[in-house]
């Protein structure tokens, strides 16, 4: 029964196309959102999306459709305003990063449920779907959806591939990259950039509430398992890219299950497990390491007392 | 012999917003000489090398680089000058070894796009012997002690192969071994004619360690040979005086 629902689910063009979608996106934020948490920038990640969804509703009610580009640009816009005040805000006047960023997520994320609701209420059969940006409903891609992510995507990682040896250089000691004669401001730009236009890919599929998480979470998991950016990066994809088409198959097996969440506690799993169970890193792997040494440590001291008493 | 020189920085000033950090600094820096910069937390120590760095732009001054028999700007010569920062202001859970690290050191010469090759992984393994960090090459970041990892930016800098070393704070903090190892290395520099520029903080062994003395106390007080500069009258000066500089002119 539940294999035939699958074969089923698995044949399906739809479902073909929104798991392209998702796994691609997941793959894609994985990557990008290493670079995101090892230049300590999640939050900002969280404030971006946040702030993104007035944005979604005002370019909805200027082009009167829910062709994703226009949605998506006014995603962008609100969303570089809400970061560009939280920099600021935290550098100008006395309030701290931290009081900055949560406030004006929250604002902006507020104004956005308020426009969002108020589209809601009107008496245009267009907008039916379009809150699905606060949870994500993959099954509202469209095969032209998916194309943009893929070509998008494309370029991405083209761009980390070309500035692989920049790109490491700048999330580990930025201040040393100045000295060697790269444009700090040029990489900055390029990485924040990526990192932006990640963040907005992953709107519709997952959500403005859960996207960050898709951005961190892969990171953090593959971090467990290697000490190599080489390998840290490749794995996080895998994992974001797993993630993505697990979370969409919950999402399309059960009844009007969103995918942001699926997609996210999916990941989590993986977050969890490898927090405990990766070698070296991993929470249980330490613990044994720590028993070992005092063990060890014990029989020292013992030696030490037999040979004293000799 | 007539002493050349690698840095001469004249009238300059900086602040950040409206508060002066630095006041009229003047000060040349002598070519294959190893100067150390000395005064109180505040002085305005790392500051002057920022704004050697062109990290921070001053209000007012210049800053002349001598890499040649001419001086220069510093975009000219940015490949001619090392920096070595405090270690603390980088994270060292980051995913990488050392050989990556000290690899990072060639990157200004292969500029935009190219990847180390066996020529630069050479290079850095041999700063490393330098650094006395051969095993370690493959070592995860961070598992190394702190003299480690002061050692393995010293050798990141020495992988620049670069006319003028400047370093912050590199004996904050690390185990003796090192702080020898260090010193040692620097020495040598200064030897094959380097220049090599050090903010320290440790007056005790200024005198063992230095030949040039640059007293700051957001002034430049007093600088020239250890020898005949580093006084307890310049010490005394250069810590005790509680001064609001420009303030008054800031407002």
């Known amino acids: 029964m539940m294999w035939n629902q699958m074969t089923l ?13 998702t796994g691609f996106l997941g793959f894609l934020s994985g990557v990008i959102g290493t670079y995101a948490t090892l230049k300590k920038e999640s939050l900002l990640g969280d404030a971006l999306s946040h702030s993104a969804l007035p944005g979604i509703g005002i370019g909805f009610l200027i082009i009167q459709s829910k062709e994703l580009v226009g949605l998506l640009i006014g995603a962008t816009i609100s969303g570089l305003v809400a970061t560009a005040i939280i920099q600021l805000m935290s550098k100008k006047s006395s309030v701290k990063f931290d009081s900055a960023l949560s406030l004006v997520l929250s604002s902006f994320f507020g104004l956005g449920l308020v426009i969002m609701t108020h589209i ?34 494309m370029i991405i990682l083209l761009i980390v591939i070309v500035f692989w040896k920049e790109f490491k250089l700048f999330s580990f ?16 730009f390029i990485m924040s950039t990526v990192i932006v236009l990640t963040i907005i890919l992953g709107l519709e599929s997952v959500g403005v509430i859960l996207v960050s998480a898709l951005l961190i979470g ?27 088409i697990l979370g969409t198959i919950i999402s399309s097996v059960g009844n009007r299950i969103p995918t942001g969440p699926s997609i996210v506690v999916v990941l989590s799993i993986f977050v969890i497990g490898s927090l405990f169970f990766s070698p070296e890193r991993g929470i249980i792997a330490k613990r044994s390491t720590y028993k070992k040494q005092r063990k060890y440590f014990r029989k020292q001291i013992e030696l030490l007392e037999e040979e004293h008493e000799k | 012999m007539e ?57 007012t001054g210049q800053i002349e680089y ?42 200004g010469h292969l500029g935009w796009f190219k990847r180390p090759r066996k020529k630069d992984k050479d290079i850095a393994k ?17 598992q190394l002690s702190g003299g480690q990892r002061q050692r393995v930016f010293l050798a990141r800098a020495l992988a620049q192969e670069a006319d003028i070393y400047i370093l912050d704070e590199p004996l904050a903090g690390v185990d003796m071994k090192t702080e020898r190892i260090i010193m040692d290395l620097l ?39 250890v020898s005949s500069t580093f006084t307890k009258g310049n010490i005394d000066e250069t810590y005790r005086q509680d001064r609001n500089l420009g303030e008054e002119e800031g407002e």
Do not use: C
């Open chain 2, 3 to 59: 002493e050349q020189k690698a840095i001469k920085i004249h009238q300059l000033t900086v602040a950040y917003d409206a508060k002066p950090v630095l006041w009229n600094a003047s000060v040349t820096f002598k070519k294959g000489k190893l100067t150390a910069i000395v005064g109180p937390n505040g002085a305005g120590k790392s500051t002057l090398l920022k704004t050697i760095l062109d990290f921070i732009k001053p209000v």
């Open chain 1, 173 to 188: 000691d930025p201040d040393f990259g100045r000295t060697l004669g790269f444009s700090g401001k040029f990489i900055e």
């Open chain 1, 218 to 244: 892969p990171s953090v998991a593959a971090r467990q398992w290697s000490n190599k950016l080489g390998i840290v990066l490749p794995l996080a994809g895998a994992i974001g890219f797993i993630s993505g």
């Open chain 1, 120 to 153: 809601q209420g009107r008496p245009n059969a267009q907008q039916a779907g379009l809150d699905s940006f606060i949870f994500g409903q993959a099954s509202a891609m469209l095969v032209r959806d998916v194309r943009l992510i893929a070509i998008i995507g």
């Open chain 2, 66 to 107: 001598f890499v040649g028999k001419q001086s220069s700007e510093y975009k000219e010569i940015k490949n001619h000058i090392a920096y070595v920062p405090q270690n603390s202001t980088v994270d060292w859970d980051f995913p990488a070894t050392v050989l990556d690290v000290v690899l990072m050191g060639r990157y």
């Open chain 2, 187 to 225: 020495k040598e520099l200064t030897k094959e004619n380097k220049t090599v520029i050090v903010v320290h903080h440790d007056l005790q062994t200024v005198e063992a360690y230095f030949d040039e003395v640059v007293f700051i106390n957001q002034e430049v007080l007093n600088n020239g040979p």
């Open chain 1, 9 to 21: 689910l698995f044949n399906d063009y739809t479902f073909q196309i929104v798991a392209l979608g």
């Open chain 2, 126 to 142: 041999e700063m490393l012997a330098k650094v006395g960090m051969t095993t370690f090459f493959n070592r995860q970041i961070s």
